[in-house]
């Protein structure tokens, strides 16, 4: 990996894989991250403020952002009368401070609650804006998959769960607060410092003087309190990744009796995260030591500096009181970047690790290029929301691909032709050169040793894996049954509808009557299952919402499975060992079914009792060979 120079700005934006990799990252320099942070942040800002909504929402806030500035010298300055009135022993005077005070306060005081208030809801709703487009984005053409694919690949990002969670969440609350606040910062340090200045020209000196001071003495502290913080994210988000790994695990590892090991690495990875906390606690310690040294000199520095002029009787109480205010003021302002540091450092950490993210996304998708905007706005239409991108944009890849042409009309519902699989990191061919028509009716058994590349085959068909070269011509009107059939959280008359909803308008038309769904279940032999989770009523049942995958057998979950097909009828069925919890009747019985109902399927399988179900016999042997072979 090659270091990058100075001023060397095409890498920050391609996504060759060694950009998006942390070792990249490490290899810039101070000014690089800098500046990738700022294009990064533009990037990932822009397409929100390029709509007219947020661009209301935000002048909203600027404007109160502005007037609530203007509150705070308001108020400095009825202070300061507040306490001359006081030391003269003025009540009138004071009396009619109290009333301006209320006034103030009825007046101009809500509008520092509904600039904050307005920061909020504005932060929230781009929350929701990006985090919906980034979930779209992540969907379309199985991006999550390829993104999960490949173990070896560079360039794999992790915890994305978290990325488009908390990463989507603190990036958005972080630039409105941040940038607003160093708005705010500036407009105060300008008006209280020209207060200061008044007052006597030497505070306002001072104060530069001591903030820079300050300033330099806590930059040197908050360095490694930001690299700490960036770690802490990775830390935790690998934390909760070994957890939730053990919930949806449960009973193998419960089989296992594999406890100890799975505790250990929970253990070893919390106390990653304890060191990581020990270390960030004491660097704030240590912080903390110069920051509180520094706000008590802030109190008394100001006064100690106008006190001549006060007992000498040149100023009064309260003039010294809004040169302690004004002093405060002008020194959190210029400290602001300092004592910002830990959500700076939170704030950089997740520009980094969203723009990562993003990139990787649009380097998954086939229909997405380099010069592809981020965060996908040119399918973006504000009547009809997010688009999905329909036209490939991408030219030819260097590494050849296997070209999948899925069809309603295709005229037979598989053809292969020339076909060569390789595994995603194009490493091993599995198979070499295979040509084969499914037609109407076929019944195609695929079978060999395990790890011989049968999955493969059926990847490639489905399009997950595109690593080869050849061609196939599908059918669109497909189904593949993978051995473990996926049970979402939701209802069991939604687990036989899936992918669709009963919930859904656009799915309106998969949606069945109980009856129907009733004699499906009949059809697969789970009735049982909708009886036992309504107490013996069956329709109650099929509004159960239980977690399916852990209630249900293998076997059962496999019928259900056929449940599915048997709602959807395609005209092509592709089956993974979809039968292999199943007893030798069921399985019979299923594929009785099938028959019935003259789909054309291709299985995959090592039990014996399938051959006669199958009417041509495809058996991959590994290393690219393969026979077909037609059964008696
Ligand atoms: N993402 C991946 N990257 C690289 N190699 C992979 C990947 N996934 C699987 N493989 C390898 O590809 C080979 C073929 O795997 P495949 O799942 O197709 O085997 P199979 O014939 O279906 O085996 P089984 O009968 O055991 O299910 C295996 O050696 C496997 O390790």
């Not at 009825?106 to 809801?121: F, G, I, T």
């Not at 004491?282 to 001549?308: E, I």
Request: with cysteine; charged share 20%.
């Amino acid at each position: 990996m090659s270091n990058p120079k100075e001023g060397d700005e095409a890498p920050y934006l391609s996504y060759s894989e060694s950009h998006l990799s942390d070792e990249y990252h490490q290899t810039l320099t101070k000014w690089q991250h800098v500046r990738l942070a700022f294009k990064a942040f533009r990037l990932l800002s822009s397409p929100y403020f390029a709509r007219s909504d947020a661009r209301r929402l935000f002048l909203l806030l600027v404007t109160l952002m502005l007037m609530s500035s203007a509150v705070r010298v308001i108020f400095s300055y009825i202070s300061r009368d507040y306490w001359s009135a006081l030391s003269g022993r003025d009540e009138e005077q004071f009396y009619h401070i109290v009333r301006n005070f209320c006034v103030a306060l009825v007046v101009l005081a809500p509008l520092n609650v509904l600039y904050r208030y307005q920061r909020e809801r504005l932060a929230l709703q781009w929350r929701e804006w990006m985090t919906e487009r980034m979930l779209k984005l992540y969907a379309t053409n199985r991006v999550y998959y390829t993104l999960e694919a490949d173990p070896k690949d560079q360039s794999k990002v992790d915890n994305p769960d978290q990325r488009i969670c908390e990463d989507v969440r603190s990036f958005t609350h972080f630039s409105l607060t941040f940038f607003l606040t160093l708005a705010i910062s500036i407009i105060d340090l300008v008006a209280f410092s020209v207060i200061l200045y008044t007052i006597q020209p030497m505070l306002f000196v001072s104060i530069i003087s001591f903030a820079t001071v300050g300033s330099v003495g806590v930059a040197v502290i908050g360095q490694q309190l930001m690299r700490l913080n960036v770690e802490r994210l990775q830390k935790e988000a690998d934390l909760r990744f070994s957890l939730v790994r053990v919930r949806e695990n449960a009973e193998s590892i419960a089989f296992y009796s594999g406890e100890p090991m799975e505790q250990q690495q929970i253990l070893n990875r919390l106390d990653q995260v304890v060191d990581n906390k020990n270390d960030i606690i004491v660097t704030k310690r240590n912080l903390d030591f110069l920051t509180t040294l520094y706000n008590y000199v802030t109190w008394t520095l100001p006064l100690l500096l106008l006190a001549p002029a006060y007992f000498g009787g040149v100023i009064e109480l309260g003039v010294m009181q809004q040169a302690a205010v004004a002093f405060g003021h002008v020194l959190e302002d210029l400290s602001f970047i300092v004592w910002e540091f830990d959500s700076l450092a939170e704030f950089s950490a997740s520009i980094r690790r969203l723009y990562q993210f993003l990139q990787a996304i649009q380097k998954a998708d086939p229909d997405r290029d380099e010069h592809s905007p981020l965060l996908g706005d040119d399918m973006y239409n504000e009547k009809d929301g997010l688009i999905l991108p329909t036209v490939a944009k991408r030219g030819p890849s260097v590494l050849s691909t296997i070209q999948l042409t899925p069809s309603l009309h295709a005229v037979m519902p598989l053809t292969i032709r020339n076909l060569s699989v390789s595994t995603p990191d194009y490493t091993r061919t599995l198979v070499k050169n295979l040509s084969l028509s499914v037609n109407d009716g076929d019944h195609v058994l695929i079978c060999g040793p395990s790890g011989a590349g049968k999955s493969s085959l059926v990847r490639s068909i489905a399009g997950l894996w595109t690593a080869g070269s050849g061609f196939i011509e599908r059918t669109s009107d497909v189904c593949f049954l993978p051995q473990k059939p996926y049970c979402p959280v939701a209802s069991l008359r939604n687990q036989l509808l899936y992918p669709h909803n009963s919930e859904n308008q656009s799915d309106k038309a998969f949606v069945q009557s109980d009856e129907q769904l009733i004699a499906i279940m009949k059809q697969v032999n789970i009735l049982g299952i909708a009886e036992q989770a309504g107490n013996g009523n069956v329709e109650a049942g099929l509004d159960a919402v239980l977690d399916w995958s852990n209630r249900l057998s293998l076997g059962e979950q496999q019928r259900l499975a056929f449940g599915r097909v048997l709602l959807h009828r395609p005209r092509l069925l592709i089956l993974d060992e979809s039968t292999s919890a199943m007893d030798v009747q069921s399985e019979r019985q299923m594929y009785d079914l099938l028959r019935e109902w003259k789909v054309s399927y291709i299985s995959v399988g090592h039990r014996p009792t399938l051959i006669e179900f199958h009417d041509i016999r495809l058996e991959i042997r590994g290393m690219g060979e393969f026979s077909i072979v037609r059964i008696e």
